[in-house]
């Protein structure tokens, strides 16, 4: 025969261990749960940085030979001016022309050594640095192929390359609002929250008794 008073005391006694058992289990179950969900999203986020990496490398790339050919193309006409061939101007860009558009300029140099035109090797600075090098190929390849006189086509690099920077200050100053956005955003609106928001929530929440704290 069971006491009731001893089979409460027991009920008593077994009644928190049976909590902490409960609660231990569910923090078992909740980080094994939060594990697999934190483990799909580090690999979500794996593969599509994957996946973005290249094409985000490719952006940033073809960002840099647009900020750098206007100088590259100073730079020809300033060597040209100096008295230096066409032919051996290239060959400077390909060693001193910002490191981003050097690679276009040695793969003239290269079709050069193997005996193509200079007009047919000049393609090769559309295929390394993309259409940004269109106005330096034509008035070559022009000047080149139909015997044009250079000092026109140096003129017209010139009017390029300053037509080029003007549009990359444009695009800076478009851009500047922007960018200057998220720190206003971010050093302003925790501070409105903390000055404006939170008093008032306080004086709210108190209004409304002791009880609620």
């Known amino acids: 025969h069971l006491d009731p008073e001893d089979v409460a005391g027991r009920s008593r006694h077994a009644s928190?261990?049976?909590?902490?058992?409960?609660?231990?289990?569910?923090?078992?179950?909740?980080?094994?749960?939060i594990g697999v969900f934190a483990a799909l999203?580090?690999?979500?986020?794996?593969l599509t940085w994957r996946r973005l990496a290249p094409?985000?490398?490719?952006?940033?790339r073809r960002a840099?030979?647009?900020?750098?050919?206007?100088?590259?193309?100073?730079?020809?006409?300033?060597?040209?001016?100096?008295?230096?061939?066409?032919r051996h101007a290239i060959g400077q860009l390909a060693e001193r022309a910002p490191p981003s558009?050097?690679?276009?300029f040695a793969a003239v140099i290269a079709r050069l050594e193997r005996g193509e035109?200079?007009?047919?090797?000049?393609?090769?600075?559309?295929?390394?640095?993309?259409?940004v090098a269109l106005a330096l190929t034509d008035a070559l390849g022009a000047a080149d192929r139909y015997g044009l006189p250079l000092e026109p086509v140096l003129q017209q690099l010139a009017a390029e390359s300053r037509a080029a920077r003007r549009r990359l200050d444009e695009a800076?100053?478009?851009?500047?609002?922007?960018?200057?956005?998220?720190?206003?955003?971010?050093?302003?609106?925790?501070?409105?929250?903390?000055?404006?928001?939170?008093?008032?929530?306080?004086?709210?929440l108190s209004s409304l008794g002791g009880n609620t704290w």
């Open 172 to 204: 800076a100053a478009r851009a500047l609002p922007v960018k200057l956005s998220f720190p206003l955003v971010v050093c302003t609106l925790p501070s409105f929250v903390l000055l404006a928001i939170i008093p008032a929530v306080l004086a709210a």
């Open 117 to 131: 035109p200079l007009a047919d090797a000049l393609r090769a600075i559309d295929e390394e640095l993309g259409p």
């Open 41 to 46: 999203a580090i690999l979500f986020i794996r």
């Open 55 to 60: 094409a985000l490398a490719e952006r940033r």
């Open 64 to 86: 840099q030979i647009e900020r750098d050919m206007p100088d590259a193309l100073d730079l020809f006409v300033l060597i040209v001016h100096a008295g230096v061939t066409p």
């Open 16 to 33: 928190p261990r049976r909590r902490r058992i409960g609660l231990a289990i569910v923090t078992i179950l909740g980080a094994i749960v």
């Open 101 to 104: 558009v050097r690679v276009g």
